[in-house]
């Protein structure tokens, strides 16, 4: 008998099925077994298992745009912020703008911006490093001087670049369902939140960090679907994005190295390094999408937190397991680090020093921030579904601090649990309202980190971004509620939609309908501080600031009494009796009209040292009241001193102690009062070395009479 060929372990051998074996039935023959003869085999060779094949998830499906919803959105978000266009600058634009003298200087102060905290001239560290803005504000005071109207255009057209990108990154993550995504970008575009961001100037930093973030995130999208790294190699579709990015990112890079660089290798250099950087960069859609979160940090640093939005966007849309979302990160976290150690280097610091201050960080004082954080996710969460009323200040004391006997403290933390377990199931799942959850968190992060970490106040402004993440959950609902047939249903889409889409125009009017109300109310900073005074009366801030309006306005009337008395003595050869008398009406009437607005002044200001007792900056008002408007010398003394006392840093109560003393000095002849008015010159600008008007009038001092005092006895500081 020819004996078996073993099978070869490279080969695959056939399987045999066993043969079954006979059960022996009862009563048979027990047969005698042959024992096998055992013969010499190979031992089998292992066969070597085959290697996994590894497939790469890259590129994804490129995904085709619908270009309506995107341009729609675009107009609708330009359109919306129009009635802005004529309005004045309001709240911080006049820190962010009128004060801030690098800003004045046009594009000459470009470097110091970029070497400078956002709130430099404002005498407080608070570790901010936003120059992006401050740039785009140089150069608007560079071509266009002192015009809000540009500003607010501006601010507009960057806020309808803002929708296009959202329409179509939306498209991307959302294949086929053109109108849930435009459904989700409108309830963005149109929700009042935002009228803080746009139609407040300064609030360009937040619009040009949103802008950006979706940028990268577009951007990287667009590498994940890419055959070519290289953009230029991809569809002529792509082009007008990549080249706009590209030019964008070297321009960028040219204004930005020559800046750092300009004491270092020089401006000439440090431009050509960075143009060298940004255009190795420029020429991938991984690099756009790099840069485009460097702008984003340059805008806000507090953009940090969009790190999380890309491997979310993958693990969700692009249906890449967690690992591929992760490890995908590494190029953006580089990114991250330059950035910091660029921050680090230039102002010193990467967290600032918030200042012992009541009216903006009293939560830290209370030590109350963390139930307080709980309580402030109630007012959002509430906001961002119903937006009224809004109001620009939410300073101490409109929301009492948070504590173990507060109801909306604890409706707070259950709601933060909650929320937490279902942004989870909805990881799990990779559901649309998971998504909206995770994006409300990762960008509520900033705001709910301010009071966590700060203790500081509520604000509309952190909402920003947080308002998309609500979006995509309440088009979820809505459309699981209203649409009810599948997408397999012969009816024609718009039919299907119908419902939801009759509901959602409502909605989108009603929130456009309140965008372009509430715009109106930033007009300028009469219009803006007592539209807050109804919704806001326990605000110390708001009270003061409605002061401050009441005292420009007696500060107008006393002007124009001057004006009218110099107007009549400059008669020549003289007035007529006749003149003397109508200039005296006029006179008495407007210094009445004055002292009326003076005593609203005060009345405000009482109230707010009410609410907040050691309000320094309350007391400074009080004081210039007394200096400026209904005259009493010893009353503006006392009020400037008791602002020094609640706040020792503030540089213009000792500079307008400063300006008493000199005119009591020099009408008097009194040299001692002179010294005084050179010491607190001084002392404005040991509190504030940055102060321009203690710098001027000490120096005019010293020209003037030689007096430059640094230190006096408080036997003297306290005579007077």
């Not at 020094?644 to 001692?672: D, F, H, K, S």
């Not at 007096?707 to 306290?718: A, E, G, T």
Request: net charge positive; charged share 15%; proline share 6%.
């Amino acid at each position: 008998m020819a004996k078996k060929k073993q099978p070869s372990g490279y080969e695959n051998p056939r399987s045999v099925a066993p043969k079954p074996t006979p059960t022996p039935t009862q009563g048979a023959a027990r047969t005698n077994a042959t024992r096998p003869v055992e013969t010499a085999q190979r031992p089998p060779v292992r066969s070597t298992p085959a290697k996994p094949v590894v497939t790469d998830d890259l590129p994804i499906e490129r995904r085709p745009i619908e270009w309506w919803p995107p341009v729609v959105l675009a107009l609708l978000g330009f359109a919306l912020y129009i009635n802005t266009f004529g309005h004045q600058y309001a709240l911080d634009d006049i820190a962010a703008v009128g004060q801030n003298l690098f800003v004045k200087k046009g594009l000459a102060g470009i470097p110091d911006l970029l070497r400078t905290e956002f709130w430099h001239f404002s005498n407080i560290s608070l570790g901010y490093y936003r120059p992006l803005s401050l740039i785009t504000f140089a150069m608007e005071q560079e071509y266009f001087k002192d015009n809000p109207n540009i500003s607010h255009m501006i601010n507009a057209g960057l806020y309808g670049v803002t929708g296009l990108v959202v329409g179509v990154l939306l498209q991307k993550w959302l294949s086929k369902q053109t109108i849930t995504a435009f459904l989700i970008g409108l309830v963005f575009i149109a929700h009042p939140l935002h009228t803080e961001i746009v139609a407040n100037i300064k609030g360009r930093d937040e619009i040009l960090s949103f802008l950006f973030i979706a940028l990268m995130l577009l951007s990287y999208w667009k590498h994940l679907e890419a055959d070519s790294p290289y953009w230029f190699k991809g569809p002529v579709s792509d082009w007008p994005l990549g080249g706009i990015l590209g030019l964008f990112s070297i321009v960028g890079g040219w204004v930005i190295g020559s800046s750092l660089m300009v004491n270092t290798l020089g401006s000439t250099a440090g431009g050509v390094l960075g143009v060298l950087i940004m255009g190795a960069l420029s020429g991938s859609w991984m690099g756009l999408a790099c840069a485009s979160l460097y702008f984003a940090f340059l805008s806000k640093e507090s953009s940090i937190v969009s790190l999380a939005l890309i491997p979310a966007m993958q693990y969700w849309f692009a249906r890449r397991n967690v690992w591929q979302s992760l490890i995908s990160l590494w190029p953006f976290l580089i990114v991250t680090a330059l950035f910091f150690y660029q921050k680090q280097k230039m102002i010193g610091t990467l967290s600032g020093t918030p200042p012992v201050d009541w009216a903006n960080y009293p939560y830290a004082i209370e030590k109350t921030q963390k139930s307080t954080m709980f309580k402030f996710l109630e007012y959002y969460l509430r906001l961002i579904f119903l937006p009224h009323p809004l109001v620009y200040d939410y300073s101490y004391n409109v929301i009492p601090s948070g504590g173990k006997g507060d109801i909306l403290t604890w409706a707070g933390f259950f709601t933060f649990l909650g929320l937490i377990w279902l942004a989870w199931k909805g990881f799990m799942k990779r559901t649309l309202w998971g998504f909206g959850i995770f994006w409300f968190f990762v960008t509520m992060a900033p705001g709910l980190g301010f009071i966590w970490l700060r203790g500081g106040i509520f604000a509309e402004r952190f909402s920003y971004a947080a308002v998309m993440g609500f979006g995509f959950v309440l088009i979820w609902a809505l459309q699981k509620l209203l649409v009810r047939q599948s997408e397999d249903s012969p009816k024609p889409v718009l039919v299907r939609y119908a419902p939801l889409l009759g509901l959602m125009a409502v909605v989108a009017g009603l929130y456009s309908f309140k965008t372009v109300e509430r715009n109106r109310d930033w007009e300028n900073n009469f219009i803006l501080f007592n539209s807050a005074l109804p919704y806001a009366p326990n605000s110390c801030q708001v009270q003061r600031h409605v002061a401050n309006e009441w005292i420009e306005k007696g500060l107008k009337d006393r002007a124009k009494a001057d004006s009218i008395a110099n107007a009549t003595n400059a008669i020549k050869p003289k007035p007529s009796l006749e003149q003397v008398k109508k200039a005296q009406i006029l006179i008495d009437t407007n210094i009445a009209h004055a002292n009326k607005h003076g005593r609203w002044a005060l009345d405000h200001l009482q109230e707010s040292t009410r609410i907040y007792p050691n309000f320094g900056e309350a007391y400074f008002s009080m004081a210039y009241v007394f200096q400026k408007i209904t005259p009493n010398v010893d009353s503006a003394k006392y009020y400037y001193k008791q602002t020094i006392r609640a706040a020792n840093a503030y540089a213009p109560a000792y500079n307008n102690l400063g300006v008493i003393y000199q005119g009591e000095g020099q009408t008097q002849n009194n040299r001692q009062k002179l010294e005084l008015a050179s010491y607190y010159y001084n002392r404005s600008m040991v509190v504030n070395p940055a102060y321009v008007d203690g710098q001027n009038n000490r120096a005019n001092l010293l020209k003037a009479f030689g007096i430059d005092v640094k230190m006096l006895p408080d036997s003297i500081v306290n005579k007077y």
